[in-house]
């Protein structure tokens, strides 16, 4: 899906003076890890971001109930954050978290914290290492895209085939209510 590409190409110019310096490389990136910008803190506005965190190689190890129970005493555990919403897909999980203190620690510091929290106590150690290196977040700007980003997250389950209905799915819940300001 995302390749590493980093390309540098060299810009020429359609004569060459004696002397000047060469040209300037024109960089062209495509990302195949994310950026993690910095929340955007807002006067009296809510911070709620959507996380993503993949299995490393994309195991299919945590639509478990034993998986999802030290997910979620790793979520308790972290309280410069709050989890919110969540989904657990067999590959993948998807929440939404708020910041617990102002102002916010960097998110790399929670997911850091409980992906290492969660392998500790990881009921089979065989799938060790569990976690891709990184993750992928995005903040959310209006409670309407919250609500339709929750929708959206829902319906994974569905729209994989794994039940007919989003309430069916056993590997979803909330850890705490994140209300929305602003």
Not at 8 to 25: D, R, W, Y
Not at 43 to 72: E, P
Not at 103 to 127: D, F, I, N
Not at 130 to 146: G, I
Request: glycine fraction near 4%; charge should be positive; charged fraction near 25%.
């Amino acid at each position: 899906m995302h390749e590493r590409c980093s390309v540098i190409q060299m810009t020429s110019l359609p004569f060459e003076l004696e002397g000047a310096a060469p040209p300037a490389p024109h960089l062209s990136f495509r990302r195949s890890y994310p950026a993690h910008h910095p929340v955007d803190e807002r006067s009296n506005h809510s911070i709620v971001v959507l996380l993503t965190v993949c299995t490393r190689g994309r195991k299919t190890i945590l639509a478990r109930a034993d998986a999802m129970a030290v997910l979620r005493e790793a979520w308790a555990k972290a309280t410069l954050w709050q989890v919110g919403c969540w989904v657990l897909m067999p590959d993948h999980a998807h929440l939404f978290c708020a910041p617990a203190t102002m102002p916010p620690v960097p998110l790399q510091s929670l997911v850091g914290y409980w992906k290492s929290e969660a392998a500790r106590h990881w009921p089979r150690s065989a799938e060790c290492p569990l976690w891709q290196r990184d993750f992928w977040d995005r903040q959310l700007r209006q409670s309407d895209s919250y609500r339709a980003k929750w929708n959206y997250v829902r319906q994974n389950p569905v729209r994989k085939g794994l039940v007919d209905r989003e309430e069916a799915w056993p590997f979803q819940g909330e850890e705490n209510q994140l209300r929305w300001r602003g």
